[in-house]
T-cell receptor
């Protein structure tokens, strides 16, 4: 069964550094998403992406964040200058309609 | 605004007890979708069930069952004869259509941590 994959599973970075989280969505899906879950809290929507552009973004998704589909298979989330409060689990998801399929997540730790 | 409420923050039960996790939602949409996910300590989101707003049939899958009631905007989840392996955080989610873009976003509840004691 096709699945969404994410790399790395765990990323440790220093405050102020740039990080790129990578996702490979299910191949025939057209819609892509990123969600964030701060430890012990709920999962929150960050951004949706369709037809090579951002469709919707939440207030969390500020200028420090960007998304890209550089090669038609990978879907990336970049955080330009990480802050301590960016420490969280980041989930990628893809869909062809209303139902989204989630990747296993990348745990980002900012020290 | 769309909202999902899981009022139970944490529940502890002894193995073999039945346990019900509550989920109440708010939405303006007439067509919507509801989901339950399990999040074990390893952190991934494990899909359990989906329901659309036109299908109010309750569902049973092994030890799991779901009770969807539109009249009370609730979508509750029951585990029968709980086991230690059921210990996890369980999230209820509502799929909201973003009509301006044709995409959807999930709105998650705050989760219920279930501890099943041996």
């Amino acid at each position: 069964e096709p699945e969404v994959t994410q790399t790395p599973s765990h990323q440790v970075t220093q405050m102020g550094q740039e990080v790129i989280l990578r996702c490979v969505p299910i191949s025939n899906h057209l819609y892509f998403y990123w969600y964030r879950q701060i430890l012990g809290q709920k999962v929150e929507f960050l951004v949706s992406f369709y037809n090579n552009e951002i469709s919707e973004k939440s207030e969390i998704f500020d200028d420090q964040f960007s998304v890209e589909r550089p090669d038609g298979s990978n879907f990336t989330l970049k955080i330009r200058s990480t802050k301590l409060e960016d420490s969280a689990m980041y989930f990628c998801a893809s869909s062809s309609s209303y139902e989204q399929y989630f990747g296993p997540g990348t745990r980002l730790t900012v020290t | 605004a769309q909202k999902v409420t899981q009022a139970q923050t944490e529940i502890s039960v002894v193995e073999k007890e039945d346990v019900t996790l509550d989920c109440v939602y708010e939405t303006r949409d007439t067509t919507y979708y509801l989901f339950w996910y399990k999040q074990p300590p390893s952190g991934e989101l494990v899909f359990l069930i989906r329901r659309n707003s036109f299908d109010e049939q309750n569902e049973i899958s092994g030890r799991y069952s779901w009770n969807f009631q539109k009249s009370t905007s609730s979508f509750n989840f029951t585990i029968t004869a709980s086991q230690v392996v059921d210990s996890a955080v369980y999230f209820c989610a509502l799929s909201e259509a973003l009509f301006t873009s044709g995409t959807y976003k999930y709105i998650f509840g705050t989760g219920t941590r279930l501890k099943v004691l041996a």
